[in-house]
């Protein structure tokens, strides 16, 4: 059987899902919860404390360009579980730490458990199982991987009530452990989560698109780590409380989830348009918030559904660009770029404030959705000119 002729069922899916809401919770947003209970006890610098995740972020690009070959070696499944438990030991690892080097250990572990459980390589096998079918999918899941915030962050301060900050992460590698057991009853008879390696590099007229693509998500994610990191500081700025920020995640998961209720009928290329134009109306709104602070309420709001959508048009636009055998090994190497940026960003956004306020930042920020818009139009007439050939070449008998 094919990959083209299998269909996800609702079970994977569904496992999947809240395999990465978990990861996510234990991983990427821990310190936004823990990072005060951290330096109150400790006495580390917030900075500190979150350098652990950069350093987390570093590792997995460090990894990227070998995730195909880890995939095709080990197999979709046992990745994705590996991945999980080394999240699981740098959380026991984190409860345990009494030094700042331990503590950088230990987000180094984290870091590559990242790389192979989350987003990048999950989707990987689901295109290599299931080729153009797993739009879908991709979309249900990464609504499932938004809700992280939304539940581990207030999950994690009610927690903080009742227990010490390292009894919490205690709570978080357990639930990493539940996480990884989740993960093995993914296996099905039909659809057993392979994955294979083609091992063959990008062809020559494919490399232009290909840059594009890695240009594209690069400048994307550099912008939207930068953005969120420091939201909160951009809406306090205009006078309105930091709840505000929870109009990012209604946005974000409102988005994700209206495109799971139509059935993911745009195209990728089509949603990387429409998500690459609204950046930048986006940012206009931001300044126009110095003449009308209410528009920052619909900045928040509507630069998160942006954000909830940059997952799906990341992990589904290769689907047009590359034959998906070639998924894994495309990606791992492509994504190399954002990832190293989305590791600068927060460090970026922060001298960017400090040297030219708010309104340079945002103005910084403008002149990036501009470029990203262009790069995504010069990608999706590159696409469809390719279509167009290929359209030409098989007609000619």
């Known amino acids: 059987m094919t990959s083209e002729t299998l269909l996800p069922t609702r079970r994977i899916t569904t496992c999947a899902g809240i395999s990465q809401l978990i990861n996510w919770g234990i991983s990427f947003y821990m310190p936004g919860t823990l990072a005060g209970a951290i330096t109150s006890q400790s006495g580390w610098s917030s900075s500190f404390i979150y350098g652990g995740l950069t350093l987390a972020m570093l590792t997995m690009a460090v990894i990227s360009p070998l995730i195909a070959r880890i995939l095709a070696s080990l197999g979709g499944q046992r990745t994705l579980i590996i991945g999980t438990l080394l999240i699981a030991s740098g959380c026991f690892a984190i409860a345990l730490t009494t030094s700042k080097s331990l503590w950088m250990l230990s987000w ?25 079918h797993a739009r879908r999918s991709i979309s249900q899941i990464a609504l499932f991987g938004g809700l992280a915030s939304a539940l581990f962050w207030p999950l994690g301060s009610w927690l903080l009530t009742e227990l010490s900050w390292r009894e919490v992460v205690w709570v978080y590698g357990c639930a990493g452990l539940i996480n990884a057991a989740i993960l093995s009853i993914l296996r099905n008879k039909k659809t057993p989560l392979s994955c294979q390696q083609r091992g063959n590099s990008i062809p020559h007229n494919e490399r232009f698109s290909a840059l594009l ?29 930091v709840a505000l920020g929870m109009l990012w995640g209604v946005g974000q998961t409102g988005a994700r989830l209206l495109d799971v209720l139509t059935g993911s009928r745009l195209s990728p290329v089509s949603l990387a348009l429409v998500t690459s134009l609204l950046i930048p109306c986006c940012f206009w709104l931001a300044l126009s918030a110095q003449h009308a602070p209410a528009c920052i309420i619909s900045f928040v709001f509507g630069y998160g559904a942006v954000n909830g959508l940059m ?87």
Do not use: C
């Not at 240009?215 to 909160?232: E, Y």
């Not at 990203?372 to 008998?397: D, G």
């Open 213 to 241: 693509y890695a240009l594209f998500i690069a400048l994307m994610t550099f912008v939207s780590n930068g953005t969120s990191t420091h939201l909160p500081e951009l809406i306090s700025s205009f006078g309105f409380p």
């Open 108 to 132: 180094l572990v984290i870091g590559a458990g990242m790389r192979l459980s989350l987003y990048d390589a999950l989707f990987a096998v689901f295109v290599s199982l299931y080729g153009q």
């Open 311 to 397: 997952t799906v048009v990341k992990a589904t636009l290769p689907l047009q660009l590359f034959d998906p055998l070639n998924y894994a090994e495309r990606t791992g190497l492509l994504l190399l770029p954002a990832q190293l940026l989305a590791a600068a960003s927060p460090y970026v956004w922060a001298w960017l404030t400090m040297h030219t306020g708010v309104q340079g930042t945002l103005w910084f920020s403008l002149t990036l959705g501009l470029g990203i818009a262009l790069s995504a139009i010069i990608l999706a007439l590159r696409i469809r000119a390719q279509q167009k050939n290929s359209e030409l070449q098989s007609s000619v008998p």
